[in-house]
């Protein structure tokens, strides 16, 4: 007689991704516009959208190109980032994408009509002024954006759009700061404004890491990516003055924007600004980089939990 069978041991179900782990992507599409239009020109909305007497969604004026640049690439880049929070890559891009797509298209509407509708604005009524002003925004709100979106590749990529960020923290805030404060010195906000940029920068580098050591390489290009966005910004107010009528527009568009890359690389000098934010923020973040996962391993502990394999969110992995 055979020997009874041994009992199969109950199958243990396999670690599943919790449906609690991320955003649901229909909701990135309104989040994403959200983003794009109030946290980019957050400086804006704050000041009253006032633009010639009328209510502009967008600074949608040559006069105001570096802040109509500083908004669209800001909100862009964030807009991007908000892909991190979805649960599917696809669907998470598509949906962000469409959401800064809508947000465009309804504020450059807007804001061509009330523009349009002002009283006085004359040269800016122009509609090839128009025209260009509007690809601006389109342009480099895109261009924010796939930056932005690079993070939906992993962390090198997360600390590519932190990077952007970085270099875009220091005006940014100080807008926002004097849409509401009003400061009466410039001075001490750009101080606080360049170590607002400096904690930002800490946050990308260290949201590439230094595991494994490859990744290393990927800290220059987002050094790199937050040095020349400032330089960029300066580069755009330095046309504003250019951007007007009696100085033989569109023909002498091509000498306006020679000079403004000449700006661009006068600005870009390490002799331009304060080195010690941007040396302080290295630092710090080569020792996070390195104690942080020292920490995490002698802290591990063998665990059988078979919950969530991992959480969802802007710096996880």
Do not use: C, K, N
């Not at 010639?52 to 600074?59: E, I, V």
């Not at 940014?172 to 400061?183: L, R």
């Amino acid at each position: 007689m055979s020997a009874p069978a041994p009992a199969s041991a109950p199958a243990v179900p396999a670690p599943r991704l919790a449906a609690s782990a991320g955003l649901p992507e229909w909701a990135l599409l309104p989040l994403a516009a959200v983003v794009w239009w109030v946290g980019g020109h957050l400086w804006w909305l704050l000041g009253g959208m006032d633009a010639y007497a009328g209510t502009s969604a967008l600074p949608l004026a040559a006069g105001w190109l570096s802040w109509l640049v500083l908004g669209a690439l800001t909100g862009g880049v964030g807009a991007g980032l908000v892909g991190r929070l979805g649960r599917r890559r696809g669907l998470s891009l598509a949906a962000t994408g469409s959401g800064l797509a809508l947000a465009v298209a309804v504020t450059l509407l807007q804001s061509l009509a009330s523009v349009s509708d002002a009283p006085g604005s004359g040269f800016d009524e122009e509609p090839v002024v128009l025209a260009g002003l509007s690809a601006v925004v389109v342009t480099t709100a895109v261009g924010g954006w796939l930056l932005g979106s690079a993070a939906l590749l992993g962390r090198p990529g997360l600390g590519v759009g932190l990077g952007v960020l970085a270099g875009l923290a220091p005006p940014w805030s100080s807008s926002v700061v004097s849409a509401v404060a009003h400061p009466s010195g410039s001075g001490s906000l750009g101080t606080v404004s360049a170590w607002f940029g400096a904690i930002v920068l800490v946050a990308a580098l260290v949201a590439v890491g230094t595991t494994p050591p490859l990744r290393l390489l990927w800290w220059p290009l987002v050094v790199l990516l937050a040095w020349s966005t400032g330089p960029l910004m300066t580069a755009a107010a330095w046309l504003e003055p250019l951007l007007r009528p009696g100085y033989g527009l569109p023909d002498t568009l091509p000498d306006a924007l020679s000079g403004a890359w000449q700006v661009f690389r006068l600005s870009a000098s390490p002799d331009a600004r304060d080195l010690t934010p941007w040396v302080v923020a290295l630092v710090v973040a080569v020792v996070i980089a390195l104690v942080v996962p020292l920490l995490r391993r002698g802290g591990a502990t063998p665990s059988r939990d078979h919950g969530p394999a991992a959480g969802s969110g802007i710096l996880s992995a």
